[in-house]
């Protein structure tokens, strides 16, 4: 746990690795720094959540109130509910791998975001969980993500750019009063759908997606649920009933 500011600032030929002496360990926990972070050439190995008394975190990295530039980084391996948790932040993330988690991968709640030319393997729920966020992502790539590869929702704002989603439940999903630019991005292999908009929870109002120059093989590329918003290339998509219910009572997880 650091209450302050952390630098961890490796090499490409001298890599900083923090791990467990055993199976896991309990990841960091940084709060109420007053100076950006900064972490590069960092390997972060099989991290578990932390719980001590009071304190559940879901990540096996966690930021709070603490702003972060990470760069050139890998998280491997994680146990944790989130392979990294940042709250009411701001992050710089640069050519940073997640691979083989549990369940989520980057999980952001009410953050500002800049991500670019970050990787995301094996993932085991959704590859990014955008909460209250504005995001930019940019040529990054999913490739295996049970659930979802970006997850975009409670009234967040993203723009994504030349993204690739491999091998993905949905692609992209815009739901719950949050607004997706997505331009000149690939979705393969999506089980479910490559693009979808939706209300989850009825207190939000409808999403809105608008799509350009979109890349994909889905057999049902996109879903857009009656009252949200969907255009591609300007043009808007059928509307559909959408049962969203027993989607996350089947193949989506959250």
């Known amino acids: ?16 690795e923090l791990g467990p002496e055993m199976e896991t360990w309990r990841g960091l926990f940084v709060l109420n720094a007053s100076a950006t972070s900064t972490m590069s050439y960092v390997d972060i190995l099989k991290t578990s959540a932390l719980e001590s008394g009071m304190l559940r975190l879901t990540g096996g990295v966690n930021f709070y109130k603490s702003d ?3 760069s050139d980084c890998r998280l491997l391996g994680t146990r944790a509910e989130d392979g990294m948790n940042l709250v009411q932040s701001k992050i710089t993330l640069e050519r940073t791998t997640f691979q083989d988690t ?11 975001a800049n991500i670019t030319s970050c990787n ?11 909460s209250g966020c504005q995001v ?5 790539t999913v490739n295996g993500a049970r659930d979802k590869g970006i997850s975009v929702g409670e009234a967040s704002r993203a723009d ?8 993905v439940g949905v692609g992209v999903a815009c739901k719950d009063g949050s607004n997706v630019i997505a331009s000149y991005c690939t979705v393969t292999d999506s089980k479910i ?4 908009t939706y ?9 809105s997606m608008r799509i350009t120059a979109l890349n994909t093989n889905a057999q049902n590329p996109l879903l857009r649920q009656r009252r949200s918003l969907m255009e591609l290339d300007g043009n808007p998509v059928q509307e559909i009933d959408l049962d969203v219910s027993s989607l996350y009572q089947g193949p989506m997880r959250k």
């Open 1 to 16: 746990i650091i209450q302050g500011t952390l630098r961890a600032v490796g090499t490409a030929e001298a890599r900083i």
């Open 68 to 70: 972060l530039h990470m």
């Open 102 to 112: 549990n369940s989520d991968a980057l999980d952001l709640d009410f953050c500002l």
């Open 120 to 130: 995301f393997k094996q993932i085991g729920g959704d590859a990014m969980d955008f």
């Open 136 to 140: 930019r992502v940019s040529n990054s």
């Open 160 to 167: 994504l750019f030349s993204c690739s989603l491999i091998d």
């Open 193 to 196: 759908a490559a693009m979808m």
């Open 199 to 207: 209300v989850k929870k009825p207190m939000f109002s409808p999403p």
